[in-house]
């Protein structure tokens, strides 16, 4: 009788416990989507979306490249054109000063952009070549940014071949004009993102169907480099449980341990790119050929 009720015991502790995990209020990281977020199109007019990057107040910014416009989407819902003739932008990412970085490739240039609109050409060569054509970008606090310039042959480029040799990720620290070259030994590195405390940048290489984890050196330079990921990516995110999110085919989940946690299927031939935003920086954004979409999550952006 005494093995009856103890077994009663334990099978009603696990009942309890199993209840109390149920209605625990506390994040899931294993399970980043909001558990009744569906995934919402917010527009499909464009020729091909991508750079999305939410502003202090969680307005997003996306490019269309084709078209050679930036977009802006604010937290009330509003759709709008920020900027005709963009530069051909593509990869997009907000300092902390409010400005918009924009890898502008028409002319392989990196660009700063006030709220205004003011263009400030911040590079578009290394060691006196033409950049390949400046493609996502990251800026850590410090204001330092890192990007990508791998090579796409354009049709708007006279050119039909690179000046540079490799393919590379480049970092320009705060205040200078001085290309630093950081990591030349990838296929095509295209996205890119790093950690808020600064000390771990992930890079995906899509020619070769990989994604890096390395950290990050006191002087900006890459140190330690590892596998992180079994796939490439265009853009990519963090999110403020450690969470990666890598784009292409819908958008995939890794933990801060490279292991697949979720796939979230977007019906678009192929998805470009992603970014946290909204009035919380809970609402995750997606750039996938013609169209823009929304999801609700539970979690939310790094910073």
Not at 66 to 72: D, E, F
Not at 98 to 106: F, N, P, Q, R, W
Not at 209 to 220: A, E, L, M, V
Request: net charge positive; with cysteine; charged share 20%.
């Amino acid at each position: 009788m005494k093995c009856t009720a103890d077994i009663f015991c334990l099978l009603s502790l696990l009942a309890l416990s199993f209840r109390s995990v149920a209605q625990a209020p506390d994040i899931d990281p294993s399970f980043p989507v909001a558990r009744n977020g569906k995934l919402q199109l917010i527009s499909d007019q464009f020729s091909f979306t991508e750079g999305p990057a939410a502003d202090a107040g969680g307005n997003v910014f996306f490019t269309d490249q084709p078209n050679n416009k930036i977009w802006k989407y604010d937290t009330n819902g509003s759709l709008t054109v920020f900027m005709d003739n963009a530069g051909r932008a593509n990869g997009l990412y907000f300092n902390r000063r409010g400005e918009l970085i924009v890898c502008a490739d028409e002319n392989n240039q990196l660009w700063s952009l006030s709220p205004s609109g003011k263009i400030s050409v911040l590079v578009d060569t290394f060691q006196s070549k033409k950049l390949n054509g400046p493609n996502d970008v990251w800026i850590n606090k410090k204001g330092d940014m890192y990007f990508t310039d791998p090579y796409y042959q354009r049709e708007y480029w006279k050119r039909t071949k690179p000046d540079l040799k490799l393919q590379s990720v480049y970092l320009l620290k705060r205040g200078s004009h001085n290309l630093v070259s950081v990591e030349d030994s990838l296929v095509k590195p295209n996205g890119i993102v790093g950690t808020p405390d600064g000390k771990c940048l992930y890079v995906a290489d899509i020619g070769a169907s990989k994604t890096y984890k390395y950290t990050i050196n006191r002087d900006g330079t890459l140190g330690e480099k590892k596998l992180f990921a079994e796939m490439g990516s265009d853009g990519m995110t963090i999110d403020n449980q450690g969470n990666v999110y890598l784009t292409g085919n819908g958008v995939t989940v890794f933990n801060k341990d490279g292991v697949r946690i979720k796939h979230i299927p977007v019906p678009a031939k192929w998805t470009g790119n992603v970014c946290f935003g909204g009035e919380n920086n809970d609402w995750l954004f997606i750039t996938a050929s013609e169209k823009l979409f929304k999801i609700k999550m539970q979690v939310k952006a790094a910073n």
